[in-house]
């Protein structure tokens, strides 16, 4: 009986050391399952790491810049916008893009609102109007400003300040002291005192028939727009200042167009004949209607009246040139447009801006070209 239980017992030894051989050489379940489960992990966070971007080096800045101008069928103004346009795509760069828009307003103040009111709807980042009616400028400026869009005012001047910007009508709140609004233009007392300046330095004072005084046609862009009136004004009040007696045959309005120009020039000689001494044109574009009409009536320019306009085109300057025409006054396109879009520029960028910037004119006559 004790052999068999001896038996039995050392059977029983080698069975469980058996067992314990077993797993030392197999690993267990509870350990292999975690190693299983955490290789789909480690794979899983590695393509998602793969896919994030790189950081940008520096992302393109578009800007959208609405244009109105007063009307495309005008001379200087279509130089105008065409040198403002090459000017912002000359800006463009691999970090800033400027997106120019540039509307025609038809002569037609609801016309161009309209057109404001359409760049508020889109979102252009800055507003650049020449205004169709400086009387109503207010309402322009009114509603980009409401709208907290930058504006920038060229070429016609807004009423209701004086040269140096001060506020001369209160009741018109024009641009003074507000942060986002300017004018960007030439100070049109000048062109028309420039005008009067080229005719009072001639040796005959103007005077060119000798009955002891200047005898003159005006013809006036647009009564409502300052460059019209002031133009106007300060033309004659050169002659007057240096003291030459002056006589007004008459004053019609040409609304900046040659052929208006050219049909009141052509009257005004009819009526008056040789009692005109001067025709003075408050633009080149009329200026060029006055000019065929006086060839047409036989007068010569130099010799026996004198013509004079403003802009100075690329046609009048070579008639100043040749003879043909008296005289014209340089309103600077080009630094006129470069200057309202550097300002423009500013404004995008958030800097401060002035609300005046005044570009001068030059005096064309035959001096110009010696």
């Known amino acids: 009986m004790k052999k068999v239980l001896s038996l039995i017992l050392a059977l029983t030894l080698v069975l469980a050391l058996a067992a314990c051989g077993g797993k030392d050489n197999t690993p267990p379940a509870d350990t292999k399952e975690p190693a299983d489960t955490q290789q789909p992990a480690d794979d899983t966070q590695k393509p998602a790491d793969a896919q994030q971007p790189a950081e940008p080096s520096g992302e393109k800045k578009t800007y959208n810049i609405g244009v ?10 279509t130089l105008y916008r065409n040198e403002l346009e090459k000017y912002f795509g000359e800006l463009n760069s691999d970090t800033v893009e400027y997106k120019v828009n540039i509307q025609d307003g038809k002569n037609d103040m609801a016309e161009q609102t309209n057109q404001i009111q359409n760049f508020i709807t889109q979102g252009m980042d800055l507003i650049i109007c020449n205004p169709v009616q400086t009387s109503s400028a207010d309402t322009l400026i009114d509603l980009a400003v409401d709208a907290g869009i930058p504006m920038v005012l060229i070429n016609r001047e807004p009423l209701g300040v004086d040269a140096d910007g001060n506020t001369v009508d209160e009741s018109y709140p024009g641009i003074v002291d507000n942060a986002t609004v300017c004018y960007v233009g030439a100070d049109a007392r000048q062109s028309g005192t420039y005008q009067g300046e080229i005719v009072a330095a001639l040796d005959n004072k103007g005077d060119m028939n000798g009955d002891g005084k200047v005898s003159y046609v005006m013809i006036i862009g647009d009564p409502e727009n300052p460059d019209a009136q002031y133009r106007t004004e300060f033309s004659i009040k050169a002659l007057t200042d240096a003291g030459i007696e002056v006589e007004e045959l008459t004053a019609q309005i040409g609304n900046w167009d040659t052929n208006q120009g050219q049909q009141i020039a052509q009257n005004a000689l009819n009526q008056f004949g040789d009692q005109i001494d001067v025709i003075f044109c408050n633009n080149d574009g009329m200026a060029l209607g006055a000019a065929a009409a006086i060839e047409q009536a036989g007068r010569k320019v130099g010799e026996d009246i004198l013509l004079l306009g403003v802009d100075a085109l690329e ?3 070579q008639m100043v040139q040749n003879g043909t025409m008296t005289g014209t006054v340089l309103n600077d396109h080009i630094g006129q447009s ?7 520029v500013q404004a995008l960028n958030g800097e401060s801006i002035d609300n005046y910037y005044w570009v001068d004119y030059v005096k064309v006559d035959a001096s110009y070209f010696a």
């Open 68 to 77: 109105s101008i007063y009307q495309f069928n005008d001379n200087f103004m």
């Open 315 to 317: 046609e009048c300057q």
């Open 338 to 344: 470069h200057k309202a879009v550097d300002v423009a």
